[in-house]
């Protein structure tokens, strides 16, 4: 059987109160759209077309993929009219599937199920019961059967008192439903063709009409809000949260918790509060994150620890932490930072670009940039790499055992020898060799006969 997809997301999303296109809002760090897209992406559909209108060029740059085609709607001038606009691209002999581009958490299995529900001949609504139906379109029975859809603007206070409501999303045989959509009219109160309008027709025209019930509220509920896309935020971050804890990681507190990517994690994990997780990260066994972590792009090797309050942003180059490390607290590793084995990063401490060999200790206040630091170097308070020229970037190397004294300047590119001492305070910009102590900075000196000034009267 052939089936298209078409998802509406030209609305404006009036009550978003935002110039963001709304589908171009975040769930989890994926746009509404995408999770939509996502979900549908397993059916087999032979096209998926989507609805673009309000801030079109914005939501087609943002979301475009091979194989996937939007139409346009310009003016917006409701759901049916959406639909309509697709209607020329979809195959008569076949099914069509309609989703929400604001209706995020959808599942792909209950996607089959409504396609199959219609059946190539049946117009197939998926529908829920909600404690809260206010704002949804109510489904309206006769003896059971479903013989209509009222929106909430155009509901009498009884046809209000329906808790069953329309969730978005329905599949109908394409040619039926594009007879549905020509007939429809714009006389009601918000002065839009509603596709839910297309329910009445069907009736009308002896077209059985089936309700597949969802199977939770949450798969169903749309964002119109901004206090809706943080509820929907939350339940998805629940479910993210149970997940990992059923595989048995330790979260200080599953309320407090964010992933917006992908999160692989070891046996006997331990993530304490507030952190938060983005892109592509993997946490080794026995990994401790402490209380309000950013991770993004990166590995943390077994045993490691993450102290409180640190960044570690791999960018698309990766971060890593190695086996044992100690980062943290208030630590920043950057895209390029590959730390070895047992290396420690302390406090404001930032690393961007840079090989840390085994044992190596950076930890207080200094910057590693474009640098080799070799196995147990020990590497100062304040000390930087100036590896910046105002034009290019350069390199620093630091060999085993070096020892970096506070509050050092290494002017790159620049090696400094296995073994050696910089003293604090000095400005390096030739290498140092191995194994000796390289001081660069004024000698001191004292002078017996100096008078402090003193006020004039
Ligand atoms: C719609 C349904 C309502 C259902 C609810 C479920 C209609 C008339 N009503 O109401 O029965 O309970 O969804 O969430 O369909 N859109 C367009 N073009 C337009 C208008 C809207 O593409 O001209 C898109 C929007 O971007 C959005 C979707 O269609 O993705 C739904 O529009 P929205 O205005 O949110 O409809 P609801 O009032 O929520
Ligand atoms: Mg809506």
């Excluded at 199920?113 to 109510?138: C, I, M, Q």
């Excluded at 309320?255 to 999160?263: H, K």
């Excluded at 590793?333 to 190596?360: Q, T, Y």
Aim: charged letters at 20%; proline letters at 4%.
């Amino acid at each position: 059987m052939v089936l298209n997809v078409v998802i509406m997301a030209a609305g404006k999303g009036t009550r978003m109160r935002s110039a963001r296109p709304k589908v171009l809002h975040t769930l989890a760090g994926r746009h509404l759209l995408q999770h939509v897209l996502d979900a549908a992406a397993g059916l087999g559909a032979s096209r998926t077309i989507v609805v673009t209108g309000h801030g079109a060029a914005e939501v087609e740059r943002a979301c475009a993929a091979p194989g996937l085609a939007f139409v346009r709607q310009e003016p917006q001038l409701g759901t049916g009219h959406a639909l309509q606009q697709a209607a020329p691209l979809l195959d008569d002999a076949g099914t069509t599937l309609v989703l929400n581009g604001d209706v995020p958490l959808i599942e792909a299995e209950t996607l089959q199920k409504l396609v199959a529900a219609s059946s190539g001949d049946r117009l197939a609504l998926l529908t829920v019961e909600l404690a809260e139906p206010k704002g949804y379109g109510r489904v309206l029975r006769r003896g059971g059967a479903i013989a209509a859809i009222v929106e909430e603007k155009d509901a009498s206070p009884a046809e209000r008192e329906v808790a069953e409501i329309y969730t978005g999303v329905m599949a109908a045989p394409t040619a039926a439903l594009k007879r549905w959509l020509a007939a429809l009219k714009n006389d009601n109160a918000a002065g839009e063709y509603y596709l839910t309008d297309v329910v009445g027709l069907a009736v009308a025209a002896g077209t059985p009409v089936v309700g597949v019930a969802a199977a939770g509220e949450t798969e169903v509920l749309g964002v119109n809000s901004a206090a809706q896309l943080a509820d929907l935020e939350r339940r998805l971050q629940r479910r993210f949260a149970e997940r990992l804890m059923s595989e048995g990681v330790r979260l200080a507190d599953p309320a407090r918790f964010d992933l917006r990517g992908t999160l692989r994690c070891g046996s006997d994990v331990e993530i304490d509060v507030g952190c938060i997780f983005e892109g592509e990260v993997e946490l080794g066994d026995e990994v401790k994150i402490g209380a309000y972590c950013m991770l993004r792009n990166a590995r943390v090797a077994a045993g490691a620890t993450i102290r409180p309050y640190t960044h570690i942003d791999g960018e698309a180059l990766g971060a890593s932490v190695g086996e044992g490390a100690i980062v943290g607290p208030f630590a920043r590793l950057r895209g390029g930072a590959a730390l070895g084995p047992e290396v420690h990063i302390g406090n404001f401490v930032e690393v961007k670009n840079s090989v840390l060999g085994r044992g190596a200790k950076a930890n207080h206040l200094a910057y590693l940039g474009d640098a080799d630091v070799g196995e147990r170097v020990n590497y100062g308070a304040g000390a930087i790499t100036a590896n910046y020229d105002g034009a290019n970037k350069h390199r620093t190397t630091i060999g085993a055992d070096a020892h970096i004294g506070s509050n050092v300047v290494l002017v790159a590119p620049i090696k400094i020898g296995e073994g050696a001492t910089v003293g604090g305070g000095s400005t390096l910009a030739n290498d140092a060799p191995a194994g000796q102590l390289t001081v660069a900075r004024a000698r001191q000196s004292s002078f017996a006969d100096w008078k402090r000034p003193t006020k004039k009267r």
